[in-house]
Nanobody, 120 residues
Framework: QVQFVESGGGLVQPGGSLRLSCATS????????MGWYRQAPGKHRDVVAT???????NYADSVKGRFTISRDNAKSTVYLQMNSLKPEDTAVYYC??????????????WGQGTQVTVSS
């Protein structure tokens, strides 16, 4: 099963920025739709941003205008640039491939995720 390794999280002040990376071992990465998901303590894991194989992107309303998802097929890596971070963005962030259009139909194992904490 496809596996993912997330990195780039950390502690940042409100208004700050982080860039998350997700490397995958999947051989079909170029054809996969990819998503970034996050799970805050006591809450469900929700989709944050998605990008298709043709680079069409979608964002949760809560992050529109602040987050940007991108992909580098040569490196089998998907990125999440997060700007203007808010305390409510605090969560563990994960990536996965999914079968569009249903973002909950993920195709790989969940990785360890990367912790993002937004706090002053």
């Amino acid at each position: 099963q496809v596996q993912f390794v997330e990195s780039g999280g950390g502690l940042v002040q409100p208004g700050g920025s982080l860039r998350l990376s997700c490397a995958t071992s999947g051989s079909s990465f170029n054809r996969d739709a990819m998503g970034w998901y996050r799970q805050a303590p006591g809450k469900h894991r929700d989709v944050v941003a998605t990008i298709t194989s043709t680079r069409n992107t979608n964002y949760a309303d809560s992050v529109k205008g602040r987050f940007t998802i991108s992909r580098d097929n040569a490196k089998s890596t998907v990125y999440l640039q997060m700007n203007s971070l808010k305390p409510e963005d605090t969560a563990v962030y994960y990536c996965n491939a999914f079968d569009p259009p249903i973002t909950s139909l993920v195709r790989g194992s969940w990785g360890q995720g990367t912790q993002v904490t937004v706090s002053s």
